[in-house]
């Protein structure tokens, strides 16, 4: 019989550079199919400021989510705190631009929230 242990292990800075890479790579995949892929359907939808305001956020926060982890001071309260900020602010304005729920637009500002929370713990940091 399998054993499952309780032990999640924690995330280490190697994972974390490897997710903010992964995320900029997403970011410009995003941008790109934006542009290309999905320019027809944003324009008619009229949200095409929409998703490149998504993209926009979250390529410069998916750049400091890889660059963090590499600083001997990173602090992990504010890398997922950026993290957050990406999947609920610019996850929120992907669906919202191609879905038009507008109800998205009111889960957004919890994202920037997130993104302010963690530049603020940047901010009063104290780097050792």
Not at 55 to 66: C, D, K, N, S, T
Not at 81 to 92: D, R
Request: glycine share 10%; net charge positive.
């Amino acid at each position: 019989m399998l054993q499952t242990s309780r032990y999640i292990a924690p995330v280490t800075n190697r994972k974390r550079v490897r997710i903010g890479a992964a995320l900029s790579f997403l970011a410009i995949c995003l941008g790109a199919f934006g542009a290309h892929g999905l320019g027809e359907l944003l324009k008619a939808n009229n949200t095409t400021d929409i998703w490149e305001t998504a993209v926009f956020y979250h390529f410069i926060h998916a750049v400091i989510l890889f660059i963090l982890p590499q600083l001997n001071s990173m602090n992990s309260k504010a890398w997922m705190s950026l993290l957050t900020g990406i999947v609920v602010f610019s996850g929120s304005l992907y669906v919202l631009a191609l879905s038009q729920i507008k109800i998205l637009g009111a889960i957004t500002p919890i994202g920037g929230l997130a993104f302010l929370i963690g530049w603020g713990i940047l901010f009063f940091h104290k780097a050792e």
